[in-house]
């Protein structure tokens, strides 16, 4: 079974603050993506990566920055934490090939204050 | 610009009837569909796929159709169980491309 962790269940931050969250796949998946999902607005790309230091703006990257040093790590970055980017924060992996699932970790809620 | 559009934001069935739910796309070059459930505090499951060369696709109680000349999917859960309730996001990509599309989801509520 495909798994992907990311590091924090809950996490809060103050505003201003620089603040990363950490996304780890263990199938060798080349594609890993981070989404932001809220209520009504259901699950909106902020970036993905299809290999190693490679990346792709999403649809809402503003105000976050990613990093991808190994296959298997993602990074999500808020460069400078805003009240509005409270929200749960999904990471997801995906292998290349015709019909390929992505595989969703468990999610991390922030909270920024 | 929604290209993946779920139009009911909740649905309340009596457990044993069927569940249907419900997805619109605009993107004609979408040839890869797929639904995925999630429960409060976890991450969304993979639940079903179906590919554009097919209408129809089955696992279990679960069915999803596909109709590209409506550019319509909807997720049949027969019969419905308390357990599935969740929310039910369906998503569309290219196969081609490595971006996926989501819905805004549809929350299922299965009465016992």
């Known amino acids: 079974d495909v798994k992907v962790t990311q590091s924090s269940r809950y996490l809060v931050k103050r505003t201003g603050e620089k603040v990363f969250l950490e996304c780890v796949q263990d199938m060798d998946h080349e594609n890993m993506f981070w989404y932001r999902q809220d209520p009504g607005l259901g699950l909106r790309l902020i970036y993905f990566?299809?290999?190693?230091?490679?990346?792709e703006k999403g649809d809402i990257p503003e105000g976050y920055s990613v990093s991808r040093e190994k296959k298997e790590r993602f990074s999500l970055i808020l460069e400078s934490a805003s009240t509005n980017q409270t929200s749960m924060y999904l990471c997801?992996?995906?292998?290349?090939?015709?019909?390929?699932?992505?595989?969703f970790g468990d999610g991390t809620r922030l909270s920024i204050l | 610009d929604q290209q993946v559009k779920q139009n009911s934001p909740s649905l309340s069935v009596q457990e044993g009837r069927i569940s249907i739910l419900n997805c619109d796309y605009t993107?004609?070059?979408?040839?890869?569909f797929l639904w995925y459930k999630k429960y409060p505090a976890e991450g969304p499951t993979f639940l079903i796929s179906i590919s554009s060369i097919k209408d129809k696709n089955e696992d279990g109680r679960f069915t999803v159709f596909l109709n590209k000349s409506a550019k319509h999917l909807s997720l049949h859960i027969v019969p419905s169980q308390p357990g599935d309730s969740a929310v039910y996001f369906c998503?569309?990509?290219?196969?081609?491309?490595?971006?996926?599309?989501f819905g805004t989801g549809t929350s299922l509520t299965v009465i016992p």
């Open positions: 990566s299809y290999d190693v230091k490679m990346k």
């Open positions: 998503a569309a990509t290219i196969n081609t491309g490595n971006q996926f599309y």
């Open positions: 993107n004609s070059m979408f040839d890869y």
């Open positions: 997801a992996s995906s292998g290349t090939g015709a019909n390929q699932p992505q595989h």
